[in-house]
């Protein structure tokens, strides 16, 4: 017998959490699709766009290594751990010193970032971009102008995993909310201040990356018992605990750089646009990530560490069947539809201004081999949370090396016949390489997964899938998708509304309900609310 919370409770508990994420990461998403319609209306696909996509990723590459990923994984199992030990003096000691010093190194590795920026755009990127005159110039004061955006987010991304560790996600998720509004108003109001409208699109970050830290700060000291303060004498046994943990986790960003950067390095050889219409076509692909998969992995590593801490393996076993079954159940009707309608959004999203028929070609391309990674992705993210509960990070960044090899050989191979579209293909297949072996490397350490149970639940979502992708196709026969703009989002509303009420329908009636507890859970709260009024 399981000797934490009920798999029913841990179910409700997940699906509440991920809830709240996903209800606040839909009006991020939204804006942040808007951010990118400000981008497309200014840019386009155009050589500002591609400096301007190369500018937000080099310090982003590092958000990993500093705000998510190793220091998340790390930070949070450690954390939860005093939390259950009822340690409040142990704690505030602990998180005072980590939070300053992950704020030093964050600013000092901001400030390198913008002294090696010339020498890293000239290296790597000159070659395809001095093609252009002033591509090389812009793309290095976009990007000196980006490095500060790393050192606000990494505050925000510790003040963001306090507040996970207590379980509240909500003001978390609404940060993005606030960055996307802030890029969106600078680089409408700014676009003909500066030289370039690009510009106001990267002090959109900076002015967004101090919200989204000064935002949460108020949470913490009014729903949470951690409290902290500046303490540079950074010598403590769990800062250190921390730091070693990290340790893979932080070789495993390395590798996540090295994988994006030689991706986008080999993408700035291709045709003109490429960048940009890859950075495009990801973006709707993290709108199905963002909403969900995110969500639910996000959510999930608290549980799971609160069940490694206690010893249960089985109930840890079947939190991450269930959080599968959850992936499969988004991602898979999610792969098809963004397949299927992937024109019409491209064209009701992003085609005005400098954004064309030919940037449409490219993004469409891009999108199609980004949704086929859809399931892989969010199946490797819930893999991982699990051994990032267990305190190993050595796994997963063996794992991400793997991956890593994988992805770049492929990139190589793919992008002579595919082009930019190769990159994209070269994603998920890698990703699915990555899934598959947490997943048996997560078997020999635990033992069965129920394995069988996942596949024959997935089978029938497949299933299911395919019966909406049916209905879709009808759909179009009977009714082509119109040219103008108003038009296509009703057909493109109706498209989603008859996919959503085949796939549902053809679930129930296979046996499938991911979402049942859910629904019981806000039923019984709203019997309870009519019991209080009564």
């Not at 505050?155 to 998720?173: E, T």
């Not at 959109?204 to 000064?214: D, E, K, S, W």
């Not at 045709?271 to 709108?287: D, K, M, P």
């Not at 992008?415 to 070269?426: M, R, Y």
């Amino acid at each position: 017998m399981s000797k934490g919370a009920p798999p029913a409770s841990v179910r409700r508990s997940l699906l509440r959490s991920a809830g709240v994420m996903t209800a606040m990461t839909l009006l991020s998403r939204v804006l942040g699709l808007v951010r990118e319609q400000v981008r497309a209306l200014y840019l386009g696909t155009g050589a500002a766009s591609d400096a301007f996509g190369l500018a937000t990723m080099l310090p982003n590459l590092f958000r990993r290594l500093f705000a998510e990923g190793a220091m998340t994984a790390a930070f949070i199992p450690v954390l939860v751990e005093n939390l259950e030990k009822g340690k409040a003096t142990l704690t505030r000691e602990f998180l005072s010193k980590f939070v300053t010093f992950l704020s030093c190194v964050a600013v000092l590795f901001s400030i390198a970032g913008m002294l090696a920026t010339p020498w890293i755009v000239e290296t790597f990127f000159s070659s395809e971009f001095s093609k252009i005159d002033g591509k090389v110039d812009l793309t290095i004061a976009l990007t000196e102008w980006m490095w500060p955006y790393l050192a606000f987010i990494s505050i925000a991304a510790v003040f963001q995993a306090i507040l996970n560790a207590h379980k509240i996600f909500g003001p978390s998720a609404f940060t993005p909310v606030l960055l996307n509004l802030a890029i969106i108003i600078c680089g409408v109001a700014l676009s003909e201040v500066f030289d370039d409208p690009a510009y106001g699109l990267v002090v959109g970050f900076l002015i967004g990356g101090i919200v989204q830290a000064a935002f949460q700060l108020p949470y913490i000291w009014r729903w949470t018992t951690s409290r902290f303060s500046i303490d540079f004498r950074f010598r403590h046994p769990q800062v250190r605990r921390v730091l070693i943990i990290m340790v893979p986790g932080v070789f495993a960003a390395g590798i996540y750089q090295i994988n994006v950067f030689v991706s986008q390095l080999i993408a700035s050889g291709l045709e003109g646009g490429s960048i940009a219409s890859l950075q495009y076509g990801i973006r709707l692909q993290e709108l199905v990530l963002g909403l969900f998969v995110v969500s639910i992995a996000q959510v999930i590593l608290p549980t799971l560490s609160q069940q490694t801490a206690r010893g249960d393996d089985d109930g840890l076993k079947d939190t991450l069947r269930y959080a599968t079954g959850l992936m499969g159940y988004v991602t898979l009707p999610a792969t098809a539809g963004l397949i299927l309608i992937g024109p019409e959004l491209v064209r009701l999203l992003f085609q005005f201004g400098e954004f064309g028929e030919e940037s449409v070609r490219m993004t469409v391309v891009a999108l199609n081999f980004y949704a086929a990674g859809l399931f892989v992705i969010a199946a490797a993210r819930i893999y991982q949370q699990a051994f990032y509960a267990y305190k190993d990070l050595k796994t997963p960044t063996a794992v991400a090396f793997v991956t890593m090899v994988a992805n770049i050989a492929l990139c190589l191979v793919l992008s002579e016949p595919l082009s930019h579209g190769g990159i994209a293909l070269a994603g998920s297949l890698s990703a699915g390489i990555g899934a598959v072996l947490l997943f048996w490397l997560l078997r020999r350490r635990l033992g069965p997964l129920g394995g069988l149970q996942m596949t024959s639940r997935l089978l029938r979502v497949a299933l299911a899938t395919a019966l909406m992708a049916s209905a879709v196709v009808g759909l179009r026969h009977v009714w082509e998708a119109p040219a103008g703009r108003l038009t296509l989002l009703v057909w493109i509303c109706a498209a989603v509304a008859l996919a959503s009420v085949v796939f549902v329908l053809a679930c129930r009636a296979m046996g499938v309900d991911e979402l049942a507890g859910l629904w019981k859970s806000v039923a019984q709260k709203l019997g309870r609310r009519g019991d209080t009024q009564a």
